[in-house]
């Protein structure tokens, strides 16, 4: 398997501030990842892809200059929801695309709960 | 967006029986398809996956089905435990970009 870590966990932020949540893969080097969000009761539903060192590409309907993607290093990614507003709270989850061809999986991260008031 | 009335399909089993969570996909084109486990407030645990060019994988405890003609995926889990009770989703991907495309969830809830 594979190791995610998201930062913080979970955030509670006033609406029309910004807020940054942490991806990294602790046990190895990945040049693609994906950013999730997930409504109560829904499916996970893909916003973007992003690769080391390029701009992430998103995903019919996800705004680009809502939800910044950069994809520092082949350990870190970063989200930024900007200007967030209630219908903004969910849960997001990143992931780290390992291997390529046939033994190619996703591994997820623990997640971070938003809850914009 | 808003989603009114969404419900996520649910499977209630005795513990010590077997389970079969079924999926139907979307792309004929998806060259291999994942099994995952989330718990309450937890991001997805991979369980198992399997090639479109096989038609059964086994683990331990769970089986993958795939059966591409009608485009049907299924998870079979034996003995269930209290410990299998959580939302299983299946996902189909592409090797060309590693898109994982989520179904919409099954919840699997084990009567002890």
């Known amino acids: 398997g594979a190791v995610v870590s998201q930062h913080p966990s979970r955030v509670i932020c006033k609406s029309g501030t910004s807020v940054k949540i942490e991806c990294r893969s602790l046990d190895f080097q990945a040049t693609t990842m994906f950013w999730y969000r997930q409504f109560p009761k829904q499916s996970l539903m893909l916003m973007a892809t992003?690769?080391?060192?390029?701009?992430?590409?998103?995903e019919q309907g996800v705004e680009k200059d809502k939800f910044l993607i950069n994809h520092a290093s082949l350990t870190l990614s970063t989200l930024t929801v900007t200007s967030a507003h209630p219908e903004d709270s969910s849960f997001y989850i990143c992931?780290?695309?390992?291997?390529?061809?046939?033994?190619?999986?996703?591994?997820f991260g623990p997640g971070t709960r938003l809850l914009v008031l | 967006g808003e989603s009114v009335g969404l419900h996520l399909p649910t499977l209630s089993v005795q513990e010590g029986d077997n389970s079969i969570i079924n999926c139907a996909y979307s792309n004929s084109a998806s060259d291999y398809f994942i099994w995952y486990k989330q718990e309450s407030g937890k991001g997805p645990q991979f369980i198992i996956d399997i090639r479109s060019n096989m038609d059964k994988r086994q683990g331990q405890r769970v089986t993958v089905l795939l059966n591409k003609t009608v485009k049907h995926l299924s998870l079979q889990i034996a003995a269930t435990q209290p410990g299998d009770s959580a939302v299983y989703f299946c996902?189909?991907?592409?090797?060309?970009?590693?898109?994982?495309?989520f179904g919409q969830g099954t919840e699997l809830s084990v009567k002890p």
């Open positions: 996902a189909e991907g592409l090797n060309q970009g590693g898109k994982l495309i």
């Open positions: 992003s690769n080391e060192g390029s701009k992430a590409t998103y």
């Open positions: 992931s780290y695309r390992k291997g390529q061809g046939p033994g190619e999986t996703q591994y």
